[in-house]
């Protein structure tokens, strides 16, 4: 789902990072800009799977293409570690007011040593 201001929230952006096949992509663009071609041949899989896979990335807005002539070269967004480190904080960090439990005298934490 996206955000007001149009960016992937964490459910979307950890969607994304949920294939494997993803991941490798991911790590390849990390160093270098790559079409789906020379995606397909480093990684293994069919370019129709690469692409596929791209289209995920970049509706999550991890990836950016550039028309270069004929083909299409994507690269990782430059914002893509920042998002990806934010939604993990925003994941971990309790609600506002959240209290630990229920009632403090079942709470492990209150009990007496």
Do not use: N, W
Not at 11 to 18: P, S, V, Y
Not at 27 to 34: E, H, K, S, T
């Amino acid at each position: 789902m996206k955000r007001p201001d149009g960016t992937a929230g964490p459910a979307a952006l950890f969607a994304a990072l949920a294939a494997e096949s993803r991941l490798r992509i991911l790590r390849l663009l990390a160093d270098d800009i790559f079409c789906v071609g020379a995606l397909s041949r480093r990684t293994g899989i069919s370019a129709g799977a690469v692409s596929q896979h791209l289209r995920v990335l970049k509706a999550a807005g991890l990836v950016l293409p550039e028309r270069r002539g004929y083909f299409v070269h994507y690269r990782l967004a430059p914002d893509a570690g920042r998002r990806l480190k934010a939604a993990m904080a925003d994941i971990l960090k309790p609600p506002k007011g959240a209290k630990l439990c229920a009632t403090k005298s079942r709470c492990a934490r209150s009990r007496k040593t």
